[in-house]
């Protein structure tokens, strides 16, 4: 047995013994019969972030064939701002490669993903996978290396209060059951994650957790694998899609909501990246973070300001980016360090070799941990567009390295210690900040929108609805004018409680 394949939870890649990247229509017809399938749903991501289902009964074989080959229609309009109600049909084409044994359905159901093609059989120029597909194919062609990425998926899980073990108000991180209240739900969710394809690294409770009005809310985190980001962003999707509806099941509520409540810890999107050439990670050079990483670092240093417009899209984002509060404010970079707008993790790049020193019965292991190295992008929340802020995030890397003071700029911006503390203030100064609301966010990506429609990567019309909805929010003064926990406060809270 292929040894890459096996123990993979997703069903088809079982059957079929071949990575998912190589279904073919032949595959999945096979598996069809094979396996008793009796329905086909196809699943796509809108304006608003979500996924939307489009379910289709099997008919026959011929008709299994038609809508594999030919997709179907859908109304544009109902689905996209920047789609007229005069000129709105659509066409939804399945991707094979994204095909899953639906693990929450009751009839034996196949789903598959699609992308978005205009009335001339064109990939749709304004849709979210476009997008990434674009910024990682422009990626690509000036670097010559794969744009990779994964998510931390942050969120809260609401039920009522359990008096049993209370746990520790803000003191959550990595706790166990019993005083973990949803451990068992988190992992079921994992599992079910696992079979749509998910690549996942692992998942823990998170920091947060505090009652409020005869409810716990409870943090998790399900952080995943660095993979293609075409696919990241497609497994984050999915992953909020199981998530909210074995909530759904158990009769819990969910949130990715970048801020709960004043003074208690907000959920985060972080992005990690790496970027790879013939399969081999060039983040690390020596031992040390290479050229590529340190300009691909700098390139976000200089596109930050507008990277929020697709990772933090709603005027209680900027609640979640305060000083102290483990969210960045200040946009630098360093090592370890979780004050910063992106961090270089704790890598595996010593000589020593744990393992062995843990389990003296073991040999000396061979194990690359040169692969493991990632960067991480701390701004962004649950409220995110995943493809654009995938999309955006490959721009700025792109941009950085290709950048003649890529070195010089990344060097400028580095901090090698907590930025907050009181012997760093001078160098706090200095240094550029995140913008505070989504009316901010809107003037910086207006004045860098050139550097992500270069190469048609973002289209004229995506920015400008970008520009248009974060502009409707009237916030530039929102944030100060409501730093207690006040009704409005709160009422912005409900009103974006299921963002993203």
Request: net charge negative; aromatic share 10%.
């Amino acid at each position: 047995m292929n040894q890459t394949l096996a123990m993979c939870p997703n069903q088809l890649v079982d059957f079929l013994q071949k990575p998912a990247a190589e279904f073919t229509q032949a595959d999945l017809v096979d598996f069809i019969y094979s396996t008793n399938i009796r329905m086909v749903n196809f699943m796509y991501p809108a304006g608003d972030g979500r996924l939307k289902t489009l379910n289709f009964v099997i008919n026959s074989e011929a008709y299994l064939k038609t809508i594999l080959t030919c997709g179907e229609r859908v109304d544009g309009s109902s689905l996209f701002p920047f789609v007229e109600a005069g000129s709105s049909d659509l066409y939804v084409i399945p991707r094979f490669r994204t095909a899953f044994v639906d693990p929450l359905a009751e009839i034996p159901t196949l789903t598959l993903l699609c992308s978005f093609f205009n009335k001339d059989g064109q990939p749709l120029e304004s849709s979210p996978e476009n997008t990434l597909h674009k910024a990682c194919t422009a990626f690509k062609e000036e670097t010559g290396m794969d744009f990779y990425a994964m998510g931390e998926l942050e969120y809260y899980v609401i039920a009522p209060t359990d008096p049993l073990f209370p746990a520790t108000d803000q003191k959550g991180y990595h706790e166990s059951a019993p005083y973990a209240k949803f451990n068992a739900f988190r992992k079921e969710c994992m599992y079910a994650i696992a079979q749509t394809g998910g690549q996942i690294k692992y998942g823990h409770s998170e920091v947060g957790n505090f009652t409020l009005e005869g409810k716990s809310y409870e943090q998790n985190e399900i952080e995943f694998l660095p993979i293609a980001a075409e696919q990241a962003a497609d497994e984050l999707l999915l992953a909020k899609w199981v998530i909210r509806n074995l909530a759904y099941k158990y009769g819990y509520d969910i949130t990715f909501a970048p801020k709960i409540i004043s003074g208690k810890a907000g959920s985060g999107l972080h992005i990690h990246m790496q970027m790879c050439k013939a399969g081999k990670n060039q983040m690390l050079h020596n031992g040390v973070l290479s050229e590529t990483a340190r300009k691909a670092i700098a390139g976000m240093m200089l596109l930050a300001p507008s990277i929020t417009a697709f990772g933090n899209t709603n005027p209680t984002s900027y609640f979640r980016l305060v000083p102290h509060q483990e969210a960045p404010t200040n946009i630098c970079w360093g090592d370890r360090n979780r004050s910063v707008l992106v961090r270089v993790p704790l890598g595996w790049s010593s000589k020593t070799d744990m393992c062995q020193l843990a389990n003296p019965l073991e040999e000396n292991s061979s194990f690359d941990t040169t692969q493991k190295q990632t960067v991480e992008m701390r701004s962004p929340d649950g409220s995110a567009d995943i493809y654009q802020l995938m999309a955006g995030l490959a721009v700025a890397c792109r941009y950085g390295i290709m950048h003649k003071d890529a070195l010089a700029i990344a060097e400028k911006c580095y901090v090698n210690v907590n930025i907050h503390q009181e012997e760093n203030q001078d160098k706090l100064q200095h240094l550029k900040q995140l913008p505070n609301s989504c009316a901010a966010s809107a003037d910086c990506l207006e004045q860098q929108r050139g550097i992500f429609e270069k190469k048609n990567v973002f289209s004229k019309s995506m920015i400008d609805g970008i520009l248009l909805k974060l502009r409707s929010y009237n916030d530039a003064t929102l944030r100060e004018n409501t730093k207690e926990h006040t009704a409005e406060m709160q009422a912005l809270l409900t009103k974006f409680f299921h963002c993203g």
